[in-house]
């Protein structure tokens, strides 16, 4: 696999422009890539990552603002328990990697970690890969503290930094991620386990990235190590969690995304998504550029308030959920599906149509067996919108 690409100089000063004058750019992370693959085809959250638009300013200046993110008391929490389990050398977070990934292998007794300073990102990265060639050469346990590790994102390039990754005694690789919610008698809230899990496949991406350009390429283990505090605790556990079916969804969705590039010149000559901009210039420009909105945005995107509150006053069906929108085929407004359940348009051969025909009419005859008077279709349907 070739090194990833560094965008053009137009393409760079290009993004640039998109941001707005001397507004710096908001680096990519695992969290936002896992949640771009999960959605690879609204070019709205595509071109705003890949210029590195900060999107929760820009909700705020679209009058939306977003309550997306950790709370402060949750990020220092966090900082704190990521220090105390790697402490003394990262004793405690080998002998758990040990332990839950490699216990056939020799303990981990003196490994080595080494320094990972550089200047800027693509240093940084410099530094990682060849860091890691030389933990391979020497072999044993090595541990790289927040190593830097590139990975090519719709054309662009995106620099990601995991908690830690273990170079295990056979040259093979293992992701480490230290999140700080608890495991409760050895299990953790599988919600919060799968967010994890899609964030390390990110990084699983780019080790292999990193491993493809070695000769012979070092395994990249597909288990990684996931470490939480135990109960209530301060102490750490932890537990191997094989991410090899979000590797393989993370992967594949990422290779779908359309190149930023492509989407730049599709904007309106003198675009930007600066909040500076007068906020009803600013929203004609962030809807020029189409965007999918589904309800689990609101856990993952910034500007989801926004996309949202768009999405319903269009009537877009997609605001109550991709399953719904995938069951009603070519029905794509909340309009089309009542015109088709009242029969006023729609091919009855369709199957949608016709489910939404025999619907309507089975709501019919058990209110009428009810004695109650129909409530209007528009509000029934509406009525399964979640109000957040």
């Given at each position: 696999m070739p090194p990833p690409r560094t965008p053009g100089k137009a393409l760079r000063q290009r993004l640039a422009d998109l941001r707005g004058p001397d507004v710096p750019a908001k680096s990519l992370d695992a969290r936002a890539l896992a949640a771009l693959a999960a959605n690879p085809g609204c070019r709205r959250r595509a071109i705003l990552d890949g210029a590195g638009v900060d999107k929760a300013a820009l909700a705020g200046a679209l009058g939306s603002p977003s309550g997306f993110g950790q709370s402060?008391?949750?990020?220092?929490?966090?900082?704190?328990?990521?220090?105390?389990v790697k402490a003394d050398g990262g004793a405690e977070l080998l002998r758990l990697a040990h332990e839950h990934l490699d216990p056939a292998a020799e303990p981990p007794a003196g490994a080595h970690v080494p320094e990972l300073t550089a200047t800027g990102p693509e240093g940084r990265s410099a530094r990682t890969a060849l860091a890691l060639r030389e933990a391979v050469a020497a072999g044993g346990w090595t541990l790289l503290d927040h190593p830097m590790l590139t990975l090519e994102v719709a054309g662009?390039?995106?620099?990601?930094?995991?908690?830690?990754?273990?170079?295990?005694?056979?040259?093979?690789?293992?992701?480490?991620?230290?999140?700080?919610?608890?495991?409760?008698?050895?299990?953790?809230?599988?919600?919060?386990?799968?967010a994890a899990a899609r964030q390390s496949a990110v990084y699983v991406l780019a080790l292999e990235a990193v491993a493809a350009r070695l000769d012979p390429a070092p395994e990249v283990r597909h288990q990684v190590l996931l470490v939480c505090p135990r109960d209530f605790s301060n102490l750490a556990t932890a537990r191997a969690v094989d991410v090899r079916k979000q590797r393989a969804v993370t992967a594949r969705q990422l290779a779908r995304l359309t190149r930023v590039e492509e989407i730049a010149d599709a904007l309106p000559e003198g675009a930007c998504f600066s909040p500076a901009v007068p906020a009803a210039e600013l929203a004609a420009t962030v809807e020029s550029v189409p965007a999918t909105y589904a309800p689990e945005c609101l856990s993952a995107c910034e500007l989801a308030f926004h996309c949202r509150a768009r999405s319903r006053a269009s009537g877009a069906v997609t605001a109550l959920g991709r399953q719904l929108r995938a069951e009603l085929g070519g029905l794509s407004t909340v309009e089309d599906v009542l015109a088709a359940a009242r029969g006023e348009s729609g091919d009855a051969a369709d199957p949608a149509v016709s489910a939404l025909r025999r619907a309507a009419a089975l709501r019919a005859e058990a209110l009428a067996a009810a004695g109650a008077r129909p409530a209007p279709a528009a509000d029934v349907l509406a009525e399964e919108v979640p109000c957040r």
């Open positions: 402060q008391f949750a990020l220092v929490r966090g900082n704190v328990f990521e220090a105390r662009s390039p995106a620099h990601l930094e995991p908690d830690a990754v273990v170079v295990h005694p056979d040259g093979s690789w293992s992701v480490v991620e230290i999140k700080s919610f608890p495991m409760l008698d050895g299990s953790a809230d599988p919600a919060k386990v799968g």
